[in-house]
C-alpha cells in the first residue's frame, strides 16, 4: 500500500511538498522534479527557503508559521500572487501561474506543513482571454444599440427638417387617440400645406426650396406646445397634433397663430420670399376616431381652402367637405 | 442575548481580529484595505425579525456568494461569510486592481480567478476571526479550508433557514478601499459549549475589569 501512495504521489497532477517545523523539506513529488528540474535526492533535506526563494517573502513565511504552529490552513490564489515555485531555467514569474493550499498534518507529536501546487497557467490565460472576449463583445453590443437608435431615429425622421415623418406621425397619432381615449378627452390633426410652393422652386430652385422647407419646420414647432408634434408628411405636406383641447375654439387659435407667424417673409440666399398656409382641422373624436379618418377629413377642410382662394384654415364640415 | 458590556467587548475583539486580516490582504493586494465590523450580536436565528434593515441581505432574493469555513475540536462550529454577488465581484475586482465602484446586478459574472480571490480573503478573514477566538478562549481548534458557492436564493429560502434554532455571532462587515464600500456578513454558528464558554471568557473578564 506505502509503494502504491508513493507512485500515487510521483504520478499526480499537482506540485506537493511537506516541510517540517525548521522548514525543511521532507517530501518532494514528482510533478515538483518534473516542472522545476530539481530532483528530490538534491531537494529532501533543504531550506523550503533555498528552494523557493519566494517563500522568504513574509506574507509566506506567516502562513507556514500558521500552519505548523496554529494548525490554520491557508488557500493562495494565482490571481493575486502569481507563482510560488518556479522552474530552473525560466524563473519568470508573471507567465507562471500558481494556486497554493497550505495544510497542517501530524504525526507522532510533531507537526508538518503540506503545500499543494495546483498549476493555474492555461485556465488564468482562458480567463484572461474571456474576460477580453467579453470587454469586445460589450463594445460591439453598445455599437449595435447605439446604430439601432440612430437606423430608428432615420427611419422615423425626415431628414430635411428633422421632423418626424409619415411613419412616425401614424404612430403618434394612434398613440393620442389611446390615450385620449379612456380620458374622453380631445384632440386636433390639423393638415397643413403651404401656398404656391411649387412656384418656389421653379422659380428659385430646388435648394432654395429646400431651405423654405427647413424654415417652414421651424416655424410651426416653434408655434406648437412642446406636448403638441408636428410632422412633415411628403413634399410641402405637414401635419400636427394638438394634443388636449379644451374645446374646438383652440385649434382654430393655434391656426391663427401659425397664418401669422409666416406674415414675415422667409429670407433665403438673398431671396425674400413669402409664403402662406392653408389648413385643414379635424376634431377627435367628434369628427372620427379612426386615424386615417382624421387625417382625411383634416385634408379635406384644407382642400376647400385651396378652392376658395388659399391662406387660412377652416374646420371639417361634414356637409361641406 | 449580549448584554451592552459584552457587545463592546465583543465587537472590540473582532475588530482587532479583522484588523489583522486587513493587514495580511492590504500587503497581499498591495493596497491599503481597511476592514471594520461595526456591531456584533448574538442571535437565535428563529428570533430575526425579517423586517430588520441589517438583516437584508438574507431576505433579499438574488445571487448570493457564500464562503462556509468548518472547524471543530474544543471549539466548535461553522463560519459563513456571505457578500450579495454584485458586492462580491467589486470585492473581486478591488483585490485584482480593476477598481469599480458599482456593479450592474443583471451584468455581474463572477469568473474563475474572482472566485478564487474571494475564497482566499475569506479564507484570511475567516481563519483571523476564528483562529484568534480559539486563542481568546485557550481552546484547541482544527479547521480546514472554506467551500465557497454561488448560490441563487429564492424568498422561501431564508424562511427554513427561520426555522432552525441555531444560535449565531452575526458580524456586520465592511471593506474599504479608496470610495468603495463593500458590505458583507460573517455568521458564526456555535455550539452550546462554545457559546457558554465563549460567555465565561468574557464575563470572567469584564469582573476581572469592572469588578
Excluded at chain 1, 5 to 17: D, E, F, R, T, W
Excluded at chain 1, 86 to 111: A, I, T
Aim: contains cysteine.
Amino acid at each position: 500500500m506505502d509503494n502504491l501512495v508513493i507512485q500515487a504521489l510521483g504520478k499526480i497532477n499537482m506540485g506537493i511538498l511537506i516541510i517540517d517545523r525548521q522548514l525543511k523539506v521532507i517530501l518532494w513529488n514528482g510533478w515538483l522534479e518534473r516542472f522545476t528540474g530539481k530532483s528530490k535526492e538534491e531537494v529532501i533535506g533543504q531550506n523550503l527557503l533555498e528552494v523557493c526563494p519566494r517563500f522568504k517573502l513574509n506574507m509566506y513565511q506567516n502562513i507556514l508559521q500558521n500552519a505548523l504552529y496554529q494548525g490554520q490552513s491557508r488557500f493562495c490564489s494565482s490571481a493575486l500572487h502569481k507563482a510560488f515555485i518556479l522552474p530552473k531555467e525560466n524563473e519568470d514569474e508573471h507567465f507562471f501561474k500558481q494556486n497554493m493550499h497550505v495544510e497542517p498534518l501530524y504525526e507522532n507529536g510533531r507537526s508538518y506543513a503540506m503545500i499543494q501546487i495546483s498549476d493555474m497557467t492555461n485556465t488564468s490565460t482562458r480567463v484572461y482571454k474571456l474576460k477580453n472576449l467579453i470587454k469586445e463583445l460589450d463594445v460591439e453590443y453598445n455599437k449595435v444599440k447605439i446604430s439601432e437608435k440612430i437606423s430608428k431615429h432615420l427611419s422615423m425622421h425626415d431628414s430635411l427638417t428633422g421632423l418626424p415623418n409619415r411613419r412616425a406621425f401614424n404612430e403618434r397619432l394612434v398613440w393620442a387617440i389611446n390615450h385620449a381615449e379612456p380620458s374622453e378627452g380631445r384632440f386636433a390633426v390639423l393638415f397643413v400645406d403651404t401656398d404656391g410652393f411649387k412656384q418656389i422652386n421653379d422659380t428659385y430652385g430646388h435648394e432654395v426650396g429646400d431651405q423654405v422647407l427647413v424654415e417652414t419646420a421651424k416655424r410651426l414647432k416653434e408655434n406648437i406646445r412642446s406636448t403638441d408634434s408636428v410632422a412633415r408628411l411628403s413634399g410641402d405636406e405637414f401635419s400636427i397634433i394638438l394634443n388636449q383641447l379644451n374645446d374646438d375654439h383652440d385649434a382654430e387659435v393655434v391656426c391663427e397663430k401659425l397664418g401669422a407667424s409666416f406674415v414675415v417673409p422667409i429670407e433665403v440666399s438673398g431671396y425674400s420670399i413669402n409664403l402662406s398656409l392653408s389648413i385643414g382641422i379635424s376634431i377627435y373624436p367628434r369628427h372620427a376616431d379612426e386615424p386615417a379618418e382624421l387625417l382625411r377629413y383634416a385634408d379635406q377642410a384644407m382642400y376647400r381652402i385651396k378652392k376658395n382662394g388659399k391662406s387660412g384654415y377652416a374646420m371639417y364640415d361634414s356637409e361641406r367637405d | 442575548m449580549l448584554n451592552e458590556l459584552q457587545k463592546d467587548m465583543l465587537t472590540e475583539l473582532v475588530n482587532v481580529y479583522v484588523g489583522q486580516a486587513a493587514n495580511m490582504l492590504s500587503e497581499i493586494v498591495d493596497k491599503h484595505i481597511v476592514l471594520s465590523i461595526p456591531e456584533v450580536e448574538l442571535i437565535s436565528i428563529s428570533d430575526v425579525d425579517p423586517g430588520d434593515r441589517r438583516y437584508k441581505l438574507f431576505f433579499s432574493e438574488g445571487h448570493l456568494f457564500r464562503s462556509s469555513l468548518q472547524f471543530g475540536y474544543d471549539f466548535q462550529g461553522k463560519a459563513f461569510l456571505m457578500f450579495p454577488a454584485e458586492q462580491a465581484k467589486v470585492l473581486a475586482n478591488m483585490c485584482l486592481g480593476e477598481l469599480t465602484e458599482t456593479i450592474d446586478p443583471e451584468e455581474c459574472r463572477l469568473l474563475d480567478t474572482d472566485l478564487d480571490v474571494l475564497k482566499e480573503v475569506s479564507n484570511i478573514l475567516l481563519n483571523a476571526i476564528i483562529g484568534e477566538f480559539g486563542n481568546f478562549l485557550e481552546m484547541k481548534l482544527e479547521y480546514v479550508l472554506p467551500d465557497i458557492e454561488l448560490l441563487h436564493v429564492t424568498h422561501s429560502d431564508p424562511q427554513i433557514l427561520l426555522q432552525n434554532d441555531v444560535y449565531v455571532l452575526v458580524l456586520h462587515t465592511s471593506f474599504l478601499l479608496a470610495d468603495t464600500n463593500v458590505k458583507g456578513i460573517i455568521l458564526i454558528a456555535l455550539s452550546m459549549n462554545s457559546i457558554s464558554s465563549l460567555l465565561e471568557k468574557m464575563n470572567a473578564l469584564l469582573e476581572e475589569h469592572h469588578g
